[in-house]
């Protein structure tokens, strides 16, 4: 069993399958900007040890007094662990006046007096433009990968890579670890994703995983992909009520309890108050329920209920609201999971679908992440209802052009049916999966009671 020790965060340590092969060497990459030397910060900070202290080395990129300053603005740092257990050291002089052999001395030298449980080097690609030959830059690599085995340290290597030098430069050869941080420039925001591309000795998650920035290091949010398993679970032999009689008739007494629902209708169409009649439907079976919305805020929410004798503040109903813009997707649903199980809510209503499927350009991600959303509800047997937006008012002919519609249980299509002069709301149930369904079409008006059906 491979020793461990935490990157500063837990979802960062899932990625990783338990945090950072110990003493190992481990490459961090990433352009500027990406965040290497905040998780090196991260990572140090968290192990920090009196016994087997940190040893931060600078080579010659961000100068030595920068590097101090920005650590002392992040949340995590302690005063008390400067030259305690954490030592900071600036070889950019020795490295421009004595190249690597006066480096890897200087190296050997600090190891020997702090005998560091972990050791990082700041910027190491910097490192290479020192090497008169590429044997010489080989040699250094040996003598320096030598003296770390004699006194096993933790190394972490951080440098400016792109990604094509991972085949050429010889440090990756010899790196146990490999996490690669990676920038996209948007029209809008920049995104960050991290990837794991080695890791000796044990298993890790796959592909881009989002994180973000901040004083409180990085927040890393591992891609949200369910795999099929083997493992059971027990779905509750139960419906759901829609909060409408007539429509629970409709559906053969409700929805089935863990089951998703799309609700696809134009605008105005009467979405939001159908997915308010499906929250408050479950107060009588005291049912938390939890609404994620990106259009009302909760002032103009409370305004919408109030029209219609309901409230948040005597119900069993939290809020989540999030603003469209700049909405990150994997901030977003990490954020849900985490609200369903602080309020151990059993119905959602996810305000809209649209707004999500807006804020990501990658289709297949983006189905990739529902699936796994609902697939992890339905094993809590929480029912989840999500409002789609589409763009036909009259005769709607496609709901969606992502897999949302297959992927839900049950669908039910709002449109507005023109009859003679005047203009009608109907409702149609076009799916429920292993269930039958009354399929007509039923004409609704929305009153003060909120939606009732009607058989005209």
């Known amino acids: 069993m491979i020793e461990r020790i935490s990157t500063g965060n837990t979802r960062l340590d899932h990625v990783t399958g338990g945090g950072l092969p110990a003493n190992a060497i481990n490459i961090i990459m990433g352009l500027p900007g990406t965040g290497k030397t905040l998780l090196a910060q991260q990572c140090v900070f968290n192990n920090a040890d009196s016994k087997r202290p940190a040893l931060y080395l600078s080579t010659a990129s961000e100068p030595f007094e920068k590097i101090l300053r920005y650590v002392q603005s992040l949340s995590f740092f302690d005063a008390s662990l400067i030259g305690n257990g954490i030592h900071y050291e600036e070889l950019g002089t020795t490295l421009i006046q004595g190249g690597l052999p006066a480096m890897s001395g200087r190296i050997t030298e600090l190891i020997r007096e702090h005998r560091p449980g972990i050791l990082v080097i700041d910027s190491f690609k ?97 891609r949200l992909a369910d795999v099929e398993t083997e493992v059971s679970y027990r779905r509750v032999q139960e419906r759901a009520s829609s909060g409408i009689d007539a429509l629970d008739a409709m559906l053969n007494e409700g929805y089935r309890v ?165 203009m009608h709301r109907t409702l149609t149930v076009l799916k429920t999966r292993g269930s039958s369904h009354d399929p007509r079409i039923r004409p609704f008006e929305i009153t003060q009671n909120g939606i009732v059906l009607s058989d005209r």
């Open 126 to 222: 910097a490192l290479g433009s020192y090497a008169e030959t590429s044997t010489d830059f080989r040699n250094f690599l040996h003598d320096l990968a030598a003296s770390q085995s004699v006194f096993p340290v933790t190394s972490l290597w951080l440098g400016e890579y792109e990604h094509s030098e991972m085949a050429t430069a010889p440090e990756f050869a010899v790196s146990d670890t490999i996490i690669e941080l990676v920038g996209h420039r948007g029209y809008d925001h920049t995104s960050r994703t991290l990837q794991v591309h080695k890791l000796r000795g044990g298993d890790f998650l796959s592909g881009n995983h989002a994180y973000r920035l901040s004083h409180n290091g990085l927040d890393v949010y591992p």
């Open 258 to 422: 863990g089951s998703s629902t799309l609700m696809a209708g134009p605008t105005g169409i009467g979405k939001t108050l159908m997915g308010l009649h499906f929250l408050f439907g479950g107060i009588d079976r005291n049912e938390h329920g939890l609404m994620a919305t990106f259009q009302e805020d909760p002032t103009q929410l409370e305004q919408i209920l109030n029209g219609f004798g309901w409230s948040l503040d005597t119900a069993q109903i939290s809020l989540k609201y999030q603003i469209p813009v700049d909405l990150y997707l994997d901030k977003w649903v990490y954020e849900l999971l985490e609200e369903i199980d602080r309020t151990q809510a059993k119905r959602v209503f996810i305000d809209s679908l649209t707004d999500l499927e807006t804020s990501n350009s990658e289709p297949t991600r983006f189905n990739e992440f529902l699936y796994s959303l609902l697939h992890r509800c339905s094993r809590k047997n929480v029912s989840v209802m999500m409002s789609y937006e589409v763009r036909d008012l009259f005769g709607v002919t496609r709901l969606t052009d992502k897999a949302a519609s297959n992927i839900a249980d049950n669908v039910v299509l709002l449109q507005y049916t023109p009859v003679e002069s005047a």
